[in-house]
Structure formats: structure tokens, C-alpha cells
């Protein structure tokens, strides 16, 4: 998970830091910011999985924060040092709050039920993707794949992705809007998923969609131009196989 620490006061960010170094280190924090104004530039930035957000704050509350966003797609932690009273105002809300100074077990306890929010989200997103693809027909192009990244999964439709290229073991994920995701699947893997929607290995390396081939060259062995302007060698014993599926498609 990618966090990001939000204090007015150096010490507090330092602190917070330094703990979630020894009891969290599957957290990484990405970022620190010490006002309302600084915090929202670095969190549109950065797209935390995780905030550890001040309440009281020298340009506003934690709060403001808040109100500046149209969409709060990040878990928060409010760090607070507020009374028994408005604690008990959190935990009748069920957020997630640590009250200063910090108690290590309490820290533990508050990023382990972030954690749990943050993959319970991420597993009803892939929920969602299985039931909008079996809603279209099969091996529609408006089908979309989960994607493991780094930080978690993203969705792609089969129609957005340009190639898929071999990176020493893991894959490329190349789309039409020029991004580039990388992910540790094997690119067998995306050759198995992506067969049916008409795909071709073309290369030990190389996974390419037809549909997004802009040009065929004989020279050197082969290779195709994608709409992209890459370049993409074509294998000497794969090239048969290629020629006769562009043949049965219709491209040539």
C-alpha cells in the first residue's frame, strides 16, 4: 500500500513515519505534506492507497482537506488529538482514527482495518469486472482484464490494449492511449487470456493485437509497425503462422 502522511508539525510526520517503518513495512510512504493546500497536490499526484490525515491544521482542518475532493477514492487515518467526546464522534462514524501521541498497537490496529477496506474494495471491483463481462457476449473486446500491479489491480478492456511484451519474466501491458503497465505475469499467461479475442504471439517477446497493426515489412526477417509507430520483430518460425492468421482475418 502507498501512503501519505499529512501534519502541520514536522516532528508528528517524522514520528508517524519512523513507526510505520518498524510495525507497517508493507506500507510505503510515498509522501508527506504539512497544510490543506500542499496535501491535495501531492495526493492527486500520487493516488495514496492510504492518508494519515491531521485534523487541526494551520490553513484548515483535515476536514477542508476533504471537501476539496469530488471523489475520495483513498482510505484515511485521522491522526487527531481531540478529547474523549469528539473520539467517540469517529468511532460512531466507524473511521479510522489514531489519537496522539501514538500508540504503536493502536497504529497497527487502525492500518490493519485500512487494509482490509482497501482489498475488500479491490476484490468487489474484480466482482464487478466478471459480472460486466459475462453481462456481454462472449469474447466480446469490451471485456475487461484484472491486471495485478503494484499497488493493486487495474482494468483493462481487451480493446484498449495495443501489445503485450516479455520483460525478464514479467509482462508490458502497452494500450492505445499510450500507457504502459507492468506486471508480473508471465506473458503465457496473456497470450492464454487473449487468444480467443484474436491476439497473436508473434515473437517469443511479443503479443500484438491485429486490429492494431499499421504495417507488414519483409525485410529482415519480418516485423510489423503498430499504430503506436513500434516496431515489432516477427520470429522466423512464428511468420507462417501470423501470415496465414492475418490471411483468415481478412487483413491481407
Do not use: W
Not at 510526520?13 to 496535501?39: H, K, W
Amino acid at each position: 500500500m502507498k501512503a501519505i502522511i499529512v501534519d502541520d508539525e514536522k516532528n508528528q510526520r517524522e514520528a508517524l513515519s519512523g513507526l510505520l517503518t518498524t510495525y507497517c513495512p508493507y506500507l510505503q510512504v510515498i509522501g508527506e505534506a504539512e497544510g490543506v493546500e500542499s496535501a491535495f497536490d501531492l495526493i492527486r499526484s500520487h493516488s495514496p492507497d492510504l492518508v494519515f490525515l491531521d485534523v487541526n491544521m494551520q490553513d484548515g482542518t483535515g476536514f477542508d482537506l476533504l471537501k476539496k475532493f469530488e471523489k475520495i477514492n483513498f482510505e484515511i487515518i485521522f491522526v487527531t488529538g481531540f478529547g474523549n467526546y469528539a473520539l467517540q464522534a469517529f468511532e460512531f462514524n466507524a473511521l479510522h482514527f489514531i489519537q496522539k501521541p501514538i500508540n504503536d498497537l493502536k497504529l497497527v490496529a487502525a492500518v490493519g482495518k485500512a487494509q482490509q477496506k482497501i482489498q475488500s474494495k479491490q476484490q468487489m471491483d474484480q466482482y464487478k469486472v466478471l459480472l460486466d463481462n459475462l453481462d456481454r457476449r462472449h469474447n466480446s473486446p469490451d471485456n475487461r482484464i484484472a491486471v495485478p500491479i503494484a499497488d493493486g489491480m487495474e482494468f483493462i478492456r481487451v480493446a484498449d490494449i495495443l501489445r503485450c511484451e516479455s520483460d525478464a519474466g514479467n509482462t508490458s501491458l502497452y494500450t492505445k492511449d499510450g500507457k504502459r503497465i507492468y506486471t508480473t505475469r508471465h506473458l503465457k499467461e496473456y497470450e492464454r487470456l487473449l487468444e480467443d479475442y484474436g491476439f497473436l504471439r508473434i515473437h517469443n517477446s511479443h503479443l500484438i493485437n491485429p486490429g492494431c497493426i499499421k504495417s507488414y515489412h519483409r525485410n529482415d526477417g519480418g516485423s510489423v509497425v503498430m499504430s503506436d509507430s513500434s516496431r515489432i520483430p516477427i520470429s522466423r518460425r512464428r511468420k507462417d503462422s501470423f501470415l496465414d492468421a492475418l490471411k483468415d482475418s481478412g487483413l491481407i
